[in-house]
């Protein structure tokens, strides 16, 4: 079956352009992560869904980041006016079922990511 | 708050030998431990989890984890490296199955 799968891989944009990246979750699975992995370091939370509810919203660095999913499957993380500290590796995680699930079926599954360089 | 220190941004064993990478966390409840690998150009994998079931956690590939609450770790062990066992590795916390906090991740290279 397939895995998470995101859009495009690689990124580079101009400084102050927009760029949207786009998520494709295992399908089925309620909850959707991003995070944002800087180089040489660890992927860092940026926002998650349960469905098409953004439960938490506390990582995104600024507000010129935003994040929707609209129909609770596809997700896009969409950044506006690219700065070069945006430059990042961001991931998507998806699973089966929302947090505090007794079970063990939250396991979150991973995307390739998207490699943004901004110029 | 929750946070996770990895001990050893890279780490370099010979093929054959143990692998020992170290992992402390902080977290004001009983928490979700993982190790996830990382392959270059590609996703992150879930090693093993530990969800307070046991204290030894055994992963795949040959790996395995002890959550030590007195020592606050939760170190990753291998008993004989294997060249596919290059990767970056990373140790992470949750505590209540959703947000994960991960740490800077170690490098492991393997010595032929």
Redo the contacts between chains.
């Keep these: 079956g397939a895995g998470v799968s995101q859009s495009p891989r690689y990124k580079v944009a101009k400084r102050g352009q927009d760029v949207a990246l786009r998520c494709d979750p295992i399908s089925g699975h309620v909850s959707l992560f991003w995070y944002q992995q800087a180089l040489g370091q660890g992927p860092e939370f940026l926002t998650y869904f349960q469905n098409e509810a953004q439960l938490d919203k506390s990582g995104l660095p600024s507000d010129r980041f935003f994040a929707e999913r609209p129909e609770g499957s596809v997700s896009t993380l969409k950044i506006q006016r690219t700065q070069q500290e945006d430059s990042a590796v961001y991931l998507c995680a998806s699973s089966l079922v929302g947090s505090r699930s007794p079970s063990n079926n939250n396991e979150q599954f991973f995307g390739p990511g998207t490699r943004l360089t901004v110029l | 708050a929750q946070s ?1 220190t990895q001990l050893g941004s890279h780490v370099s064993v010979s093929e054959g030998a143990l692998v020992l990478l170290r992992c402390n966390y902080s977290s004001s409840v009983p928490p979700y431990l993982f190790w ?1 690998v990382q392959y270059p ?6 090693l093993l ?1 530990y ?1 307070s079931a046991a204290t030894l956690v055994k992963g795949i590939n040959g790996f395995e984890a002890e959550f030590k609450k007195s020592e606050t770790s939760f170190h990753l062990t291998k008993p004989s490296a294997h060249m596919s066992d290059a990767a970056e590795y ?1 140790c ?1 916390v949750s505590d ?10 170690t490098r492991l290279h393997i010595l032929p």
Aim: charged fraction near 25%; avoid cysteine; hydrophobic fraction near 35%.
């Design positions: 996770v996830y150009n590609q996703g992150l994998q879930l989890k969800t990373f992470a209540r199955g959703d947000k994960i906090i991960f740490g800077k991740g």
